[in-house]
């Protein structure tokens, strides 16, 4: 499973990126007025750090000027993935800017036949929702597994990227069902790290090595 970075904090990026964690980023119009930066701006710095795709979410409504809107953003540079909303001028923007040969990321995805859709129109990505699932208590891995079965159906190419993780157990989960991509804040990537029984073990070591007085180094 690949793992995109949830956010627009270029440091926050950077660190993940050395390590070889991020394949892509995600952001959206939340998450750029967190940022506090200018899109354009902030977005062309991620994508000079990072080689795998980078979404740029549109924020027009009608079809033709989100057409517009995501020509210009996939200027920025290659690797811009262009995200368009799961509405039907979304679908149609979707399709004509996929034709004209850049990576679309069809977003705010919350039903298997809003999916089935977006692949037809020729998405590269789908992104379902599974934390706003969770919230109004629908699981939201069932979508990612119902949209698993009919893309591998189909032989659709278009790849699964499991949005709004809130929970290292999204993570596990999303890998489990066989989402092709997971997005997820700095935060769960890093957490996902942590376990009571390693910090618990590695004390215990600690502690036992002052009591030999020995150095490595
Ligand atoms: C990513 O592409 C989505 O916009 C993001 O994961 C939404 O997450 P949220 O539901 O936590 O805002």
């Known amino acids: 499973m690949k793992f995109f970075v949830d956010t627009a904090d270029v440091e926050a990026i950077a660190e993940l990126n050395d390590l070889g964690m991020v394949d892509g ?4 119009p939340s998450i750029i007025m967190k940022s506090g930066r200018d899109i354009l701006e902030v977005t062309k710095e991620i ?6 795709p980078v979404s740029a979410e549109v ?7 989100m057409i517009a809107e995501g020509r210009k953003l ?5 690797n811009i993935t262009v995200k368009v909303p799961l509405t039907w ?15 679309v990321n069809v977003t705010l995805c919350f039903s298997a036949n809003q999916a089935l859709l977006a692949a037809k129109a020729g998405a590269t990505f789908i992104s379902p929702f599974i934390g706003r699932l969770d919230d109004i208590n629908i699981d939201g891995m069932d979508l990612i597994a119902d949209i698993r079965t009919i893309y591998d159906n189909y032989d659709f190419g278009t790849e699964i990227l499991a949005a ?5 157990n999204h993570m596990k989960d999303a890998a489990l069902v066989g989402a092709d991509v997971a997005t997820a804040p700095p935060a769960v990537i890093k957490s996902m790290a942590n376990h ?15 009591k030999t007085g020995q150095k490595i180094l």
């Open 47 to 52: 994508c000079d750090l990072v080689a795998g």
């Open 25 to 28: 980023v995600t952001t959206n």
């Open 89 to 103: 001028d979304g679908l149609k923007a979707c399709k004509t800017l996929s034709s004209e040969g850049n990576m």
């Open 164 to 168: 709004s993780i809130r929970t290292v």
């Open 74 to 78: 996939a200027k920025i540079a290659e």
């Open 196 to 210: 009571v029984l390693t910090d618990k073990g590695l004390d215990a070591f600690m502690k036992d090595w002052e």
């Open 59 to 65: 924020v027009a409504t009608k079809a033709d000027d």
